[in-house]
């Protein structure tokens, strides 16, 4: 499993073509979008990638750029056509305060 963390000056394109390189792989099924950690598994569910977003939920420019990279991520995984899948749980009140 290959761990990547980020923090709030994250770059919103650069981080959309990231998980979208993974994402078209054949060997990825499912990105799992809970709050600050956004889990790439394979086939066997194993998990890939984990991408650890160690950001303050309560910022709302912070949440904007959240929600724009899963709008991105979403429209390319859902442009594939094929068995890849995405769970969001972005934003819960678990994670704001």
Known sequence: MKEIFLDE??????????????????SVQLLDINGPSWVIYDHDMEVKYLFFFEVDFNNIETRIK?????????HHIEGMRDDTKYRDNLINSVFID
């Open 9 to 26: 000056d994250f770059d919103v394109d650069e981080v959309s073509s990231k998980i979208n390189s993974i994402m078209s792989r054949w």
């Open 66 to 74: 959240l929600e724009d990279l899963k709008l991105n991520v979403i």
